[in-house]
């Protein structure tokens, strides 16, 4: 089993920062990727950013220039550090990843989401 716990989040005020952080843990033998995505009420889940064991990263549009992604390797995390944010990332945010847990067999696991509010 594999599980992604995830920590940060919270309210804060137009303009303001906060950093999202997620550790894997469990039957890990390679992880492929990792990243972040969101979810706002009456909206689908999209993807907010990721980043694959080589290194390459995706951000969508809306939040390039303001969020950053980060992995540890090494520790199997992965953060995302927000700024300037804006009421409309306001959101459900989950981590995501794909892994393998044996050398043949690999799925995709979620976090448990954690709330982002934008709002003065």
């Known amino acids: 089993q594999v599980q992604l716990v995830e920590s940060g989040g919270g309210l804060v005020q137009p303009g303001g920062s906060l950093r999202l952080s997620c550790a894997a843990s469990?039957?890990?033998?390679?992880?492929?990727?990792m990243g972040w995505y969101r979810q706002a009420p009456g909206k689908e889940r999209e993807l907010v950013a990721n980043t694959n064991a080589g290194g390459a990263i995706n951000y969508v549009d809306s939040v390039k220039g303001r969020f950053t992604i980060s992995r540890d390797n090494a520790q199997n995390t992965v953060s995302l550090q927000m700024n300037s944010l804006k009421p409309e990332d306001t959101a459900a945010y989950y981590c995501n990843a794909y892994i393998y847990t044996s050398t043949t067999s690999w799925d995709q696991y979620w976090g448990q989401g954690t709330q982002v509010t934008v709002s003065s």
């Open positions: 469990g039957s890990i033998f390679r992880i492929i990727s």
